[in-house]
């Protein structure tokens, strides 16, 4: 029976300790094996001396794991349990079988219009389901992002994950690229720098820009990086195409009411174009003539 059918307790005892997977700024994650099912999963394992006590980052393990727990959508990866032990903390994850995005991106330079299009309609489709549930995922970016067997996408890391509305209170640390206007500098929208979903839909702008140029729209000095992000002040090479150019510049807009929202963007001219299968390939999946 597969792990979510399991007894809610788990322990260390319960799974055979593969290779290391990956590492990360508290801990690494191993390719286990539940014992007496078999089932393959990955073993995310925090060390808690290293989440200095009462700074954000134990809070942020504790909503990543109360909030990645309770989901379920195939381009979200699933939390089956989790469990502790006098100095780790273990996080039960779904295995992806072909690892990190990023390493993919950095390998290829920069994907194929057709492969980013799927990309971000998958990222769509995910984010679609968080904010319904009101989660704001807050950290978009390909380092988060892990691939599937079938070459799915798969949200991982919900550490900067919220509940919307928010008001963040934890320093932010590591790369801006992909904050939104709001996010970098605050009182910009007025009120007492809260924001909410939308912060999504400028990152999705981001990770649609990075998948087909091979680089952040921002990067540059931090500095600089702040005021270009400030001031939307990107340029897009003229070999990305009138269409993706048209929705990357309806993601990447200051007020945050005015991006476009995330059904529209499953609708773009651009996704319909690489991500509706042809008539043929509809009905062959129906049944209907076509075969
Ligand atoms: C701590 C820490 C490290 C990381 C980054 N990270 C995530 C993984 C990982 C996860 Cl969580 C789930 N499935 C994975 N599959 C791979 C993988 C598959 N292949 C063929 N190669 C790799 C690598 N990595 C996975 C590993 N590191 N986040 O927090």
């Not at 079988?97 to 995910?126: C, D, I, T």
């Not at 001219?269 to 043929?280: A, L, S």
Request: net charge positive; glycine share 8%; proline share 5%.
């Amino acid at each position: 029976a597969p792990l979510y059918n399991q007894p809610r307790q788990f322990h260390l005892g319960m799974f055979e300790i593969g290779r290391p997977l990956g590492k990360g700024k508290f801990g690494r994650v191993y390719l286990a094996r539940e014992r007496s099912s078999g089932f393959i999963c990955a073993l995310k394992v925090l060390y808690k001396a290293e989440l200095q006590h009462g700074s954000g980052v134990e809070k942020q393990v504790r909503r990543e794991v109360e909030i990645q727990s309770n989901l379920r959508h195939p381009n979200i990866l699933k939390m089956y349990g989790h469990f502790h032990d006098s100095k780790r903390i273990f996080l039960i994850l779904e295995f992806a079988g072909r690892g990190e995005l990023y390493k993919h991106l950095r390998r290829e330079n920069r994907f194929p219009e057709w492969k980013a299009a799927q990309y971000v309609a998958q990222m769509a489709s995910a984010l679609r389901y968080l904010h319904r549930k009101h989660v704001i995922h807050r950290d978009i970016k390909p380092e988060n992002i892990l691939v599937g067997i079938h070459g799915e996408l798969k949200i991982s890391d919900f550490g900067w994950s919220v509940h919307a509305p928010n008001h963040r209170r934890t320093t932010l640390c590591g790369t801006l690229d992909y904050l939104p206007p709001e996010m970098v500098k605050p009182h910009g929208n007025g009120n007492d720098n809260s924001y909410d979903e939308k912060v999504d839909l400028w990152s999705l702008g981001v990770l649609t820009y990075e998948f087909l140029v091979g680089e952040a729209p921002f990067e540059d000095t931090m500095v600089m990086t702040h005021r270009r992000i400030a001031r939307a002040d990107m340029t897009i090479p003229s070999f990305v195409s009138p269409e993706a150019r048209d929705l990357i510049k309806k993601l990447l807009v200051l007020d945050p009411d005015k991006r476009l929202p995330l059904d529209a963007v499953q609708q773009h001219p651009w996704i319909i174009k690489h991500c509706v299968k042809g008539e043929r390939a509809t009905n062959r999946e129906k049944g209907r003539g076509g075969e």
